[in-house]
């Protein structure tokens, strides 16, 4: 999985290609844990996400608290069908702000 | 009649029959199915002694023809073979096609032999033919011709080694119903056969062969309707299988994946299949499952698929104590698995090693 990182003041735009499973993650996790400190506003766009397992739901799971705990929105954006099947599967479309 | 025991038939690099037994009594019609390479051929062969056995025993009305005294020329009068490719002298017309084995061998008359060799083919349809060159008929009609070749040795079994498998579709029905024919007439037959209807038809008895031994050996309704084994039911529902075993914690997630996929790909099946697949092995195997496992395990998952009706089927069978991850399972994962299966059960695996096992019905897409 590719994440692309693109920062504008405090507003943050991950986007992640590729696939966020078991192996991959940990690398969202990372990232999450080391660079959402200081955002105020976090967009997570999966247009080239092709798949997605409960592990990368746990780690998106984890983003959405840490930003609820700031205070700041956190969006996904362009999830495809596949991606948007398992948000709905799981209940994920109630937690997160889907556009 | 015939009583195979332990046959093996073992070729330098390939072993084509592994241990075969079964009875066979008189008027019965066996046909014999299975997936190509898996010994059907061999073991006709084997029973006319065109292939000697490596090991085992063939008793044909008491006799042992796998005793190396056997008067085997005797033995085999009792048995034709009917083959894939004809084997009708070209240089010969049909009816001296049909009357060299009487003539030569039993010691009847050109005369007794012709006019016995014109019932049969009046009998197979080609009376008129009697004159023509194997060249002269078409594939149908020389397959009939040679039909009629072996019946006129008056043998007590026939064997057919794939009858129709070198014929144009068009000319398959002509030899199946020359061959049902004689089914009605009571003589002991052996069909090796990929023709599926015809088997069920024609047969008293259906044996399927896999890997090299008679798998499963039933009625064909038992065979075709109920099959009692995985791979009997696998071959009759022209099912399509993947199966991977992780037993290591060193498994190779990637790898296993990409062979879901190609699998997926290769049978055309969609991509939200593809990754519902994928779903399925990931939330189960790697996270619900192998977490658990100690040192020594196994965790076996198989994809079936119906190309048909695009059934999807996956089971999941592992080693270990009872577990069973839909009630006891990290709860995303559950939730998950649920909503990409149209039906899951968990239950006590019947095939060794395994304990454990989970089915699922994949939701179509």
């Keep these: 999985m590719t994440i692309t990182k693109n920062k504008e003041g405090t507003r943050m735009t991950l986007a992640l290609e590729g696939r966020l499973d078991t192996t991959t993650a940990p690398q969202l996790e990372a990232e999450v844990k080391t660079s959402l400190y200081d955002v105020t506003e976090l967009v997570l766009d999966l247009e080239m996400l092709e798949y997605i397992s409960s592990a990368g739901l746990r780690v998106i799971l984890a983003a959405q608290k840490q930003m609820n705990k700031q205070n700041s929105p956190m969006v996904v954006m362009n999830a495809n069908e596949t991606v948007m099947e398992v948000f709905e599967l799981t209940g994920f479309t109630d937690i997160l702000t889907i556009q | ?365």
């Excluded at chain 2, 078409?138 to 009629?148: E, F, L, P, T, Y």
């Excluded at chain 2, 079994?157 to 199946?176: C, K, N, Y």
Aim: overall charge negative; some cysteine; proline content about 4%.
């Design chain 2, 1 to 365: 009649m015939i009583s195979i025991r332990h046959l093996r038939k073992e070729y330098p690099n390939v072993t084509p029959l592994k241990d075969v037994s079964a009875e066979i009594g008189q008027g019965e019609v066996i046909s014999i199915i299975g997936p190509s390479g898996t010994g059907k051929s061999t073991l006709l062969r084997c029973l006319n002694l065109l292939e000697t056995p490596t090991s085992g025993e063939i008793f044909i009305d008491g006799q042992a023809i796998t005793d190396p005294k056997c008067k085997v020329h005797l033995l085999r009068r009792k048995m034709g073979m009917v083959f894939q490719s004809f084997n009708l002298f070209n240089h010969m017309n049909i009816i001296e096609n049909i009357m060299t084995g009487p003539v030569s061998l039993l010691g009847h008359s050109r005369q007794d032999a012709c006019d016995r060799g014109m019932e049969l083919l009046q009998m197979v349809g080609l009376r008129d033919k009697a004159l023509a060159f194997p060249d002269e008929l078409s594939g149908g009609q020389k397959q009939r011709a040679a039909i009629a070749r072996t019946l006129a040795m008056d043998p007590e079994i026939v064997l057919f080694d794939e009858p129709t498998s070198a014929l144009d579709p068009t000319m398959v029905g002509e030899v199946l119903s020359v061959i049902r024919n004689l089914a009605r007439q009571g003589l002991t037959m052996m069909i090796v056969t990929h023709e599926m209807k015809f088997a069920r038809d024609v047969s008293t008895r259906v044996f399927y062969m896999d890997q090299g031994e008679i798998y499963e050996d039933g009625t064909p309704e038992q065979i075709f309707d109920n099959p009692r084994r995985e791979r009997t039911r696998q071959f009759i529902q022209r099912l399509k299988v993947f199966e991977t075993v992780i037993d290591s914690h060193g498994y190779d997630f990637i790898g296993i994946n990409s062979q879901i996929e190609q699998f997926g790909r290769k049978h055309e099946m969609g991509q939200k299949t593809i990754c519902r697949m994928q779903s399925i092995f990931e939330e189960l195997c790697i996270q619900a499952l192998l977490p658990r496992m100690e040192k020594e395990f196994q965790i076996h998952t198989m994809v079936e698929y119906n190309e048909e009706n695009n059934d999807t089927r996956i089971s999941i069978r592992y080693t270990g104590p009872a577990f069973d991850p839909l009630a006891e399972g990290d709860d995303l994962s559950i939730l998950l698995v649920k909503g990409l299966c149209e039906e899951i059960s968990y239950g006590k695996a019947h095939t060794q090693p395994f304990t454990n096992e989970l089915t699922m019905k994949l939701r179509l897409e």
